[in-house]
């Protein structure tokens, strides 16, 4: 079987040969494991972050080591009394064709439910983070205007529905005419903006926010958020998911220090991972599934094909090219 | 009588030509007015602001008007039925030496309870600034490492005692040897830094922060925040009450952007004014004054003499030459 490895740490964008191809033997299973074949695999934003060795939120990828990240798999084997072969699954498990993982490690899945995609994008880390980042920091209320920068993508695209669920007006910031149209006609945001063919950001944003903006779901970091941040209104949220401009930078992250925007406002900016919220995931599990069911929570997947692809798939993600879950699908179930 | 007035919008650090002196006659007062004598004026870092021309929390002050700001002053002539001549009284009136103000617009101080300059600090506006700010943003808990800027001064000087009173390890940022040996010998800190001769901000501040920095009091932005922001531990609280190093910059203040920070330990950041908890400011001074009547919070006046000193005053506040609350005495008080 095929398995990846972190050949080296990416300094500033990452390439090709930051990562290692390597076959080797399908594991075998003791006691207590499953053998979980890849069905999925997500790639996500986040993993930039580990690729580096510095002290953050999750450990770091070892050097030479598999990568690793949330993955769909079928059971292929079992030792495990809760699991059965042919049973879908999902867990944090390697960048490779087949995992031996504790049964109690990955979490059954019920395929007649919803797409067992779906456990990576809006039912997974992506819907919990879009999920606890605006409700809990956020905290949208009716007829306050919520801005979200990389509102196309996994997080932000339901960032805004929830928003609008809320009653909140919603503007959007992406990159491309065809996410600004995918927002605007398919997820019903009130207004979006497409940042690289704008001229003036901060102004445009005052013409799409004429009541300011109450709450800023920031995905991006950099020169976009700088201009949001002019329009914060008082007593203003911003809850901090991502940066993504700032990951692939060699130099430091400059630009307009905050705090004198924070004292104007009273805004309150606060920085947060999906997992300062694992005692409520279930919560929040139940209440996203009912908006998907309902209709009120539609989602996208952007699904490249084949295991060879999965650098190419992860690379993407930093020049904007998916539209809501970016994934690879890597096998066919083979069923019970 | 004397006033002063703001003669143009200062560029960079404020000058004596920022200021007019203006000879004006003594204003009569009319029906629910009363004619306060000036005492005792407060200078204050916020004033730079609202010198300034643009969009912020307070309204800035007009071009050859009077500057206001802090007063405690003394009734001289009374149209309002609660008070009367001789009584000491505090509020929001002009850089001038007689003010007539609407009766019910100031409050009557007890001069047995307190010197009556503690109207202006500890038990005025700084306390409770230092008291909202710590407590309702920063919510130190007992033996968390609170870290405060500006440590010295009218707000950080009281910052870092309340944070000892509710048992956590406290250490000061300050900008000379005199104000390094008062939080230390006379305010009880656990440790100071002087940052003018320091070499190594981020270094020392491991040092005397060996279990990082759960609340970081932000009075002075720049790079001193800079440094304090690398110790922030996970779920840390920073509670944003000034940049006065940013408050004279005519360049944009360019440094670090501050969202992987946030991301990396989930940590919150709040701007806030005091006016914020304006519905809480009965609670908040009877706790203070029952910790000063204790002896638990000490504090400390800068005051210079005479109404010509005024300018003086202010502009050494962003030379750090005061210790605690900067005031100016005009006048004493003539009695009943």
Tied chains: 1, 2.
Excluded at 161 to 187: H, P, T
Excluded at 280 to 285: H, I, T
Aim: with cysteine; aromatic share 8%.
């Amino acid at each position: 079987m095929k398995q990846i490895l972190l050949a080296k740490r990416p300094k500033g964008m990452p390439g090709q040969d930051d990562f290692t191809f390597q076959e080797t033997e399908v594991p075998s299973i003791g006691e207590g494991e499953v053998l979980v074949k890849t069905l999925y695999l997500s790639v996500d934003p986040y993993m930039r972050g580990r690729m580096v060795d510095a002290k953050s939120y999750v450990e770091p990828y070892k050097l030479n080591e598999v990568i690793s990240g949330g993955v769909v798999g079928e059971v292929a084997e079992s030792q495990f009394s809760g699991l059965e072969k042919g049973d879908i699954v999902v867990g944090m498990l390697g960048w490779q064709e087949y995992s031996a993982v504790q049964g109690k490690h990955v979490r059954k899945i019920d395929p007649e439910v919803a797409p067992v995609t779906t456990s990576l994008g809006v039912l997974g880390m992506p819907g919990l983070t879009a999920y606890f980042g605006l409700l809990d920091i956020g905290e949208p209320k009716e007829g306050e205007t919520v801005v979200v920068s990389g509102a196309a993508g996994a997080v932000g695209s339901i960032v805004g529905q929830i928003a609008k669920i809320k009653g909140a007006r919603v503007v959007g910031i992406a990159g491309s005419d065809e996410k600004i149209s995918y927002l605007k006609e398919e997820l019903g945001f009130d207004a979006a903006i497409n940042y690289k063919t704008s001229d003036n950001l901060k102004k445009e944003l005052a013409e799409v926010c004429p009541d300011g903006v109450d709450v800023y779901f920031e995905n991006v970091g950099g020169e976009i958020s700088d201009a949001v941040f002019y329009h914060l209104n008082k007593f203003a949220r911003v809850p901090v998911c991502g940066a993504i401009s700032a990951y692939n930078k060699e130099e430091r992250d400059i630009g307009p220090r905050i705090q004198t925007t924070l004292i104007k406002s009273s805004a309150l900016m606060k920085g947060f991972v999906v997992g300062d919220y694992s005692s409520r995931f279930g919560e929040a599990s139940k209440e996203l599934g009912k908006w998907v069911r309902e209709g009120k929570l539609k989602y996208e997947e952007t699904i490249q094909e084949g295991f060879e692809n999965i650098p190419d798939a992860f690379l993407g993600l930093f020049k904007g090219e998916n539209i809501g879950k970016q994934l690879v699908k890597v096998a066919e179930p083979e069923g019970k």
